[in-house]
Every structure is written in C-alpha cells, then in structure tokens.
C-alpha cells in the first residue's frame, strides 16, 4: 500500500473501520500520521525473563515464559473468568480473564510455548496474572531481545477491543514499515547540524522501537526540541509581525510630572529592581513599536508604583493612560493609594467602576475625551463602548490572570494606533509558563521586596486545634494588631451555601471576639458596594480588629497593620491563591502569622499543598510547586489563554531548560530573517502554516 502520513488510518494492515473509529474515537488518532505522532508513554524492560519459582511477594510487571497446560472457565455469570494455566517447569502459574474470553480460546494453543508479561498478584497461594500480555514464544525473539519495549496509553474502550499497548506496538510496526525512510525532514538542515539532532525518520523510528538508551534519548530531544520550538517560532514570528505594523506611540522623554514625582512626592526609594523594570518598559515605550509586556512581581513587591510611574511617562508625552483592576475594591484602593501618593500634583486621576453613579460616569467620559482626565482608574466598567478616549497611550491591567485574552484585546482597542500595554500578575507563573500562555509577551521580573519585610511565619493546624489560633489572635489584637479570617467561595452555583459557611464563622467569631471590646466585618461579594465600602474602611482605618471574608480580600488589598491571616478549609484553596490571602499581612506590623486551618482527613495532594506554603514564602517557588502539582493546564491563568497544553512529548515542568533554549534559537532567527523570506527558512513557514491549519481544523471538530 502506497502511503503518506496524511492516509486514513483505517486502511493501516491491522486496522479496519471498526478500530479506526475506536481510534479516532478515544484517541484522536485519524491518520497514519497522528499514529506515528502517537508516542509512548515509557519504555518497558523485556530482555528479563523470570521464573515462576522466583517470583516473590507481589511485585511489579514481570515476564515469564511457559506452556500452556489447561483452560477452565470457572464461576459464574459476573465472577466469571477464563483460567488458564502455565507452567515453567519451576511452578505453576493462573492467567485470567475477565472479559475477552472467546478471543483467547480462539487464539492460545494448549501445549505450546508463550512469553507472558503483566503484574502478578497472589489468590488463593497461587501466583496469577490478570489479563496478560501474551504472545507465542516462537513470535517473541524480537521481545526478548528488547530492553526498552515501548508501551502506550489506551484506555478501557480500546483496551476491550484489544487495542492494548501490545496492539498499538504493533501497528506502530506496520505504520512505520509504510512512512520510514519517506518522512519529510521537519526542521532545515543548518538547525540539525548545528544543534546535532537526528533526523526525523531515524527519530520516529527510535522513539517507537529504541535500538540503545542512547538513541532513544537522542529522538526524545529532537522531538521534544522541535515541538517546543515551532510553539516559540510561532510567537516570536507574531510579535515580529505584530511590531513591523503596529506603530508604537514613541514615549521619546521622561519629563516634568515624572521627575517631579520621583524626587519630591515619592515617600521612599525604589527597589533595584523596580528601577530595572521602570528601564525596561520605558525602553519598550521609547522604541516606536507597541509594547506587550508581562510584569511578574511577589505580592507586595511594589508593582501598583511601577504601574503608576509608567503611567506619569506617558502623561508627560501627551498621552492618556488607564488601570484596570479585576475588583471594584482593589480598584478603589488603587485610586485612594494613587491619589495619595500624587498629592498637589497638577495631575487629573479619576475613578470608574460598576457603581460609580449616572452623573459623575458622564462626567468623566466627557473629561476623558477632551482630554481632561490624565489617568482613569477602574474596573471592567472601562471595557464599555462608551468609554473613549481621546489618546490613550498606555494601558495597564493589574492581576492579569483574572481577566481573559478577550478583555485585553478590548482596550487595545480603545485608540486608533494601539495603546501600549502592561499586564502585572501577582500570580507568579513559571518561567516556562509564561513563555507558552503569554510567548507573545515581553516578561519583566521585580524579584526583591521593599527593605523591611518581616517573613511572614506560617502554621498548618488541623481543626481541632483552633483554641492556639484564638489564642493568637487575642495576643495579636492586644498588641493593636488586625486580624484576616478567609473562607472559600468554591462556585458560583454553591453561593448560598458559602455564605452559610461565611456567616456561621462570623457568629462564632463575634461570639469569642464580643463588642463592644472586639469590633467584627464582614465582607464578601455579594453585599452592596457601599457596605462593602463601609465595613473595608472601618478595617482600613483600624477601627475593626477582625474581618470576616471571602476571597474578595484576595487581591490587592492593602492593610499595613493587619498581621493575621487565618485562612479556613484552606485544603480548599489553590496554592496560588493561599499564597495571595497570605500576602494581605507581612506588609508593616514587626511580625505576621498565616495560619492554614484545615479538616483532619486530607487527600495527598492538599496536604503536600499546605506543607509548601509553611516550607516557602517565595512566590516564585510555590508556582513551581503548583505546576509540578497539578499540571500546566490547571495553573491559573492560563486555562483562557487559548493555548493547548497536550504536548505530544515536551513536559514543562521537566523541559525548562529545552523551552528557554529554542525560545532563544527562534529569538535569533527571527532577528536574523524578520519576515522569514530567505530560502533557509522556507521550511519554517512552511511548518508553521501547516501547524495552524491542523490546530483549525481540531478546532473545528472539537
Ligand atoms: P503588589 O506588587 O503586590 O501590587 P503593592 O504595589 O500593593 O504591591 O505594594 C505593596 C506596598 O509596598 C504598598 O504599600 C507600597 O506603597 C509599598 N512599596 C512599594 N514600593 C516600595 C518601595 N520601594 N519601598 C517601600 N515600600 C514600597
Ligand atoms: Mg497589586
């Protein structure tokens, strides 16, 4: 049969329509192609054989070989199984099967000799397999021989219809009997001899059927490296693009606002590496193309002055420029802190949010289109068509990972020649994340904290420990401390409930904590703004002790005095967002407590959550932690971010090191070749379009 990656794969020897649906079905395998693309998931040890005598306790997939000496079907209707025995000559073995048991009378031959592989356990004092590998030992030379015998995922479906791991081994013989020595090479020839990768024939071949250790490793790295590579190209080819016709607003000075606030307004020094970031965004502004770019910084390293900073440069170049928070609080208290902070300065700053009443809103569109308003403040109210501006220079949108792609092309929109943008995130997202659900952005890193900062000092206590967490809660207050208790909000549709939760916790608090000695708030997001605003700012002001609340407080929220943080059920939290609660305290008072409340009965996963929040305060290490947790899909931030994170064999937790390599190699090549025109670099547009064009069409059948 004659035959490109692109044939159905039902018309693979050994495949049919019936399996080529299943296939399709539970795999997404639709080609001989996706077939090949189909990599194992490890490789399994086939060159050891046991005997049946040696076999010890229960212990891991083993292999054997012996004849087959009797079938039985024993039990009956749902117990019932096909046994058959096996026998080395050193003792007796038990294959069993569930299911699939006229295929196996069909097939296996009494008397002959068979290579048994899978996980033996013991029943009844006799060692038995359940749903064995199995193949005749006169078929199975090319096994024995075979220390890295590739096995692959299936699932129940397949695995039902015999499409095991074995199967699909097996038609991955048949795939690559047909394409080996056809593949088109993937990657041109000047970056497989510089980066000494292997061919892609020698590669695919490898990867299914590995002839040593070395050359498997060989065509893991080619695979994985051109993987990695072309999702890298992909975005560094948009952002070349994006700048080549895109004009950036040039932000040619720092003038007369900015230096006027840096040396008599500001109330401290920069950090270093504030004044590292404040240089790279002003770089970018200054360059005539349109900034992107993604500023990462520890909750509580300061990113709000950066924001405001930028802000003033565009100010001082004719331009306007907005901030935009994800909640109606954080963004009043960016505009309260901002506004403070800006003192006398001739500089106009308003605020607008979801309840910013009918007759100051049309008041502050009137001044943002004449131009009278320099910086606007607000919520997802700024998103609305009839906020315009009459030249919007410079957007910065805080906490990033809480609003979608979507919404930031939206103020992007909002001027003729795209404003600049700069997204903050609090949420460090690893290295590697950020080069895949943000590779078209600029990154800049604020790694350091104001001078000053007191680690905060965090505890994990069961619930039955909660009389200690009075107690320091009492010593705290008495020391003219204010106190955080957090429970979860865990969906939307369980709002009643959480409340119930939220409520009951502050009965009891009041109950323990009584007025008028002890003054209780309670937040969350569903009282009325100016409650909520009342209840913040009786906290704010120091005249609550305590503050009862949803995760509303996660972001931003700003309290110097507050040294506290008890976080309820906190095995319900992300890591991400226990290590946001935990940035609210740590911000003024001499020491700070975060106390992680939790249920006795803990799964494996929240317990090694917890641990990592007493073991570490440092943001960037616990989204490390995360993404080794739960996966890259899962980490916040990114499942909007439109890019699929199935790799076929890049890992990125593991292929860091990789992901940074050919994000540099693309940096290059891209730099070299802008448009990607020379001859060389056919190819790489050439993978690229094709690239696109499948990820349509998934999405098309998705
Ligand atoms: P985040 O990065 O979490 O948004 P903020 O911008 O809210 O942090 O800053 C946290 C606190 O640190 C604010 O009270 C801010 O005024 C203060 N701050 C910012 N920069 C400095 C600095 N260089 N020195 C001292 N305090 C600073
Ligand atoms: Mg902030």
């Known amino acids: 049969m004659a035959a490109n990656l692109s044939t159905d794969i039902k018309y693979l020897p050994g495949v049919g329509p019936k399996r080529a649906e299943l296939l399709q079905k539970e795999l997404q395998i639709n080609t001989v192609g996706d077939l090949i693309y189909y990599f194992p998931f490890k490789y399994v040890d086939r060159s050891k ?7 010890v306790g229960e212990t891991a997939y083993v292999q054997v070989v012996g004849r087959l000496v009797k079938f039985e079907e024993v039990g009956e209707r749902r117990s019932k199984r096909l046994v058959a025995l096996l026998t080395d000559g050193t003792g007796v073995i038990e294959l069993v099967w569930f299911t699939g048991t006229k295929w196996v009378m069909q097939n296996l031959k009494k008397n002959v000799d068979y290579l ?45 219809s015999h499409l095991n791991s074995k199967t699909i081994f097996k038609l991955q013989q048949e795939a690559l009997k047909l394409v080996y020595g056809k593949l088109e090479e993937t990657l041109p020839p000047y970056l497989l001899e510089k980066h000494k990768l292997i061919g892609i024939n020698e590669a695919i071949k490898q990867i299914h059927f590995p002839e040593t250790a070395q050359l498997l490793q060989k065509a893991q790295y080619r695979l994985k490296f051109e993987e990695l590579f072309y999702l890298q190209l992909g975005y560094i080819k948009q952002r070349s ?38 240089k790279e965004i002003r770089r970018d502004m200054g360059s005539g193309k349109q900034m992107n770019r993604l500023l990462q910084g520890d909750v509580g390293s300061g990113k709000t002055l950066v924001a ?29 802190s901002l506004s403070a902070m800006l003192g006398d300065m001739p500089i106009e700053i308003n605020l607008l949010t979801g309840s910013t009443k009918k007759s100051q809103r049309n008041e502050i569109h009137q001044g943002l289109l004449s131009g009278k308003i320099n910086i606007l403040i607000g919520t997802h109210a700024l998103l609305e068509d009839i906020v315009q501006f009459k030249n919007l220079g410079l957007v910065v949108i805080d906490e990033q990972q809480r609003f979608g792609v979507m919404q930031r092309a939206r103020l992007w929109e909002k001027n003729d020649d795209p404003p600049h ?52 809660m009492r010593e705290q207050i008495k020391l003219g401390r204010q106190v955080y208790v957090v429970y ?81 059920s906190a095995e319900r939290f992300g890591l991400s967002q226990l290590h946001q609660l935990r940035g609210r305290v740590g911000r003024g ?95 790489l547009v050439k993978r690229l379009t094709d690239i696109a064009s499948r990820k349509l069409d998934f999405s098309r059948i998705s």
């Open 308 to 336: 405001l900073m930028c802000m003033l440069i565009a100010v001082d170049n004719g331009y306007q420029a907005c901030l935009m928070a994800p909640t109606e609080i954080l963004a009043t208290q960016h505009f309260l």
């Open 49 to 55: 054989v046991y005997k049946v005598a040696d076999l």
């Open 116 to 160: 048994v592989f899978g996980k033996p356990t013991v029943f009844n004092g006799r060692y038995n397999i359940a749903h064995p590998e199995i193949e005749e030992l006169s078929q199975a030379k090319g096994i024995l021989q075979c220390p890295l015998q590739a096995a692959y995922n299936t699932t129940e479906r397949l695995k039902n």
């Open 488 to 568: 979860p909000l865990i969906k939307e549709s369980e709002k009643m409930e959480n409340l119930r939760d939220l409520e009951e916790g502050y009965q009891s608090i009041t109950e323990l904590f009584p007025p008028p000695q002890y003054v209780t708030v309670i937040v969350h997001g569903q009282m009325k703004p100016d409650e909520k605003e009342k209840a913040m700012q009786l906290f704010a002001k120091g005249k609550a002790h305590i503050m009862v609340a949803t995760t509303v407080i996660e972001v931003g929220v700003n309290v110097p005095n507050a040294s506290v943080m008890i976080i309820e």
């Open 589 to 683: 008072a001499d020491e700070s407590f975060c106390v992680l409340l939790s249920s006795v009965k803990l799964s494996n996963e929240s317990r090694k959550r917890l641990e990592t929040m007493v073991a570490t305060n440092d943001g960037f290490e616990i989204a490390e932690a995360d993404l080794q947790l739960r996966g890259p899909g899962d980490i916040e931030g990114t499942q909007q971010s439109g890019i699929p994170f199935d790799f076929k064999i890049a890992n990125l937790s593991r292929d860091a090191q990789l992901l940074q390599y050919v994000r540099n190699i693309a940096e290059d090549i891209i730099e070299d070749d802008p448009l990607l025109t020379a001859d060389k670099n056919a190819l």
């Open 421 to 472: 943008v700069l997204v903050m995130t609090a949420t460090p997202i690893p290295r590697t994340l950020a080069m895949t659900a943000y590779g078209d952005l600029e990154v800049s890193v604020i790694d350091e904290l104001p001078p000053g900062r007191k680690p905060i000092k965090t505890v994990h206590y069961m619930e039955n420990r909660r009389n200690a967490v009075y107690g320091l």
């Open 241 to 278: 693009f994006r700048q080549s016709k895109v004009n950036g607003h040039v932000f040619g000075m720092v003038g007369e606002t900015f230096n006027l606030f840096y040396h008599k307004y500001l109330p401290f020094e920069l950090t270093n590496a504030q004044k590292k970031v404040i």
